[in-house]
């Protein structure tokens, strides 16, 4: 590349000026508003004042913009009126991700995300955007620099650009070919039913719901409104068996709207998604209007999920999440779950551990013996399910017989804490600690000991009454990885110094293996 650095593509203009336009947008429409002069002045007073700042600004930061690859750097140029110049080693390169727009597939053009070691708010460096041919060759050339860069570094032989011989920081060599090699694919029925099957219809519902009397109170949906009100006097009618009825159908309606609209966004968003193991990256492709491109470093790899909705636990299938280390802004923004990113959207749980080994090649942890909680974590969890059911019984008792209605949630209660109880539990196996917990989504996350770097043993007051603890497992991914809830206080404790000693004694290993990592 010229030594004086190159410009973006000059759709950037185009790009950065939408950006700016959305978020100008609402002093915009005001000022628009405030001129009187009927709708369509307003709109485009509107469109005025959303376009010259937002034109004005994107083609200075694009003049502004340049960037270069030198030897093993890749320096950034930026700023319009304090420059400012990043120099990211290339050898601090965690992820090289393409991401395209729906309008930047139209225009034939990417974004480069670069995620370097840091999970500061400095971690990530976007070049948007570059045309597709180049993007596609950046992104080649930084992977085998930075590759190349590492190996210089760790002593070992440089990589090939198909990522034969890079050398993987784990507990066993891992055998790479020449190709990259697919994992999962999945297809439309498959989305639908991850759609399906996810906890988040009931959310959506309830967002439909309130944004259908958003409307209403705006008077944007009168028809609608005049039609409700002419099925509830008809309800009415009927009497309180007919209300119910109507009430119980309204709800499922938006039950099943929202069902729908869970389907079509899973869909949307992991359309045509594949896993592929290239080297020691975990490379991912997916998205129907947004094509999403992104490259997961198996070494920044420090525990994975396997979660099950209500619904997927009988049907026999799982969706797989990665906590990764250093997670960048980009990476926390989409995070779910403590710092956990989607790494499968779903998979059928015969295929967990083949994915599982993907990344962990000695993880087998299909028949290992989990080991339950102290039986007294049922009557505590159903004490704090009581104790707020009761108040408000007590409560509502002196006004009408909602008191009993309050007090007939003591049945679920129960039920509820007994499948609390019967979710948590904890194992062992060489090498892996294994926390299970979850009612409604069902987590076991699978952690190695060489990956863990805190234990924490917690316990509350509560707990101490009944000689119970938490044991927190943290690692480099931020936030407690795992939490093995009410444990026998002595069980909880030998647990934690058990797995001190075993995580120590799997770094020194490593170090052994790996003299290079100590420097």
């Not at 809830?485 to 110094?497: K, N």
Request: without cysteine.
């Amino acid at each position: 590349m010229p030594s004086e650095g190159r410009r973006l593509h000059g759709f950037t203009v185009v790009s950065r000026g939408l950006r700016l336009g959305r978020q100008l947008i609402v002093p915009a429409i005001l000022g628009g508003a405030s001129v009187g002069e009927g709708f369509g002045a307003a709109a485009q007073w509107t469109l005025v004042i959303l376009a010259i700042p937002s034109l004005a600004i994107a083609v200075a930061q694009w003049l502004a913009f340049r960037y270069r690859l030198e030897d093993d750097e890749l320096i950034i140029d930026s700023g319009v009126l304090s420059r400012r110049r990043r120099v990211i080693p290339l050898d601090r390169v965690q992820n090289v991700d393409l991401k395209r727009s729906a309008l930047e597939r139209l225009a034939g053009v990417a974004e480069l995300r670069l995620e370097t070691a840091s999970g500061g708010s400095d971690a990530e460096a976007g070049l948007a955007v570059l045309s597709l041919d180049e993007a596609h060759a950046l992104q080649a050339e930084l992977r085998r620099r930075r590759a190349a860069g590492v190996a210089r570094a760790s002593g070992a032989a440089p990589d090939r650009p198909d990522g034969a011989g890079r050398d993987a920081i784990g507990p066993q060599e891992r055998s790479v070919g020449s190709e990259p090699e697919t994992l999962l694919e999945l297809s439309f029925s498959d989305l639908a039913i991850a759609g399906a099957t996810s906890n988040e219809a009931g959310l959506i519902a309830a967002g439909l719901a309130t944004g259908v009397e958003i409307l209403d109170d705006l008077g944007g949906l009168r028809q609608i409104d005049a039609w409700l009100e002419s099925v509830f006097t008809q309800g009415a009618a009927l009497g309180i068996t007919g209300a119910l009825l109507i009430g119980t159908a309204l709800v499922v309606g938006f039950i099943i709207l929202g069902w729908l609209v869970s389907i079509v966004a899973t869909v949307v968003r992991f359309w045509g998604f594949t896993l592929t193991l290239a080297g020691d990256d975990l490379r991912r492709e997916y998205g129907l209007l947004s094509r999403h491109q992104s490259t997961v470093p198996l070494k920044r790899v420090q525990a994975i999920r396997i979660e099950q909705t209500l619904l997927r636990r009988p049907l026999g299938l799982a969706a797989l999440k990665i906590e990764t280390a250093g997670a960048g802004p980009q990476q926390r923004e989409n995070a779910q779950g403590g710092g956990a990113e989607a790494y499968v959207p779903i998979t059928r749980h015969s295929d967990v551990g083949r994915l599982v080994r993907a990344v962990f090649p000695d993880a087998r942890f299909e028949s290992v013996a989990m080991n339950p909680v102290h039986p007294v974590s049922r009557r505590r969890s159903f004490v704090r399910l009581a104790v707020p059911i009761v108040l408000a019984a007590a409560v509502t008792a002196w006004f009408d017989t909602a008191g009993l209605a309050a007090a007939a949630l003591l049945v679920p209660a129960w039920f509820f804490a007994r499948a609390q109880y019967r979710a948590r539990a904890w194992g062992r196996i060489d090498g892996y600690a294994i926390v299970r917990g979850g009612v409604l989504t069902r987590t076991n996350a699978v952690i190695p000991d060489r990956k863990v770097q805190t234990l924490h043993l917690w316990e509350t007051p509560f707990q101490r009454r009944w000689d119970l603890a938490t044991l927190m497992i943290d690692t480099a991914g931020g936030g407690s990885a795992a939490r093995a809830v009410d444990l026998h206080r002595p069980t909880a404790r030998q647990l934690l110094l058990t797995l001190a000693s075993d995580a120590e004694a799997a770094r020194r290993k490593e170090l052994e293996r790996r003299p290079h990592l100590s420097r």
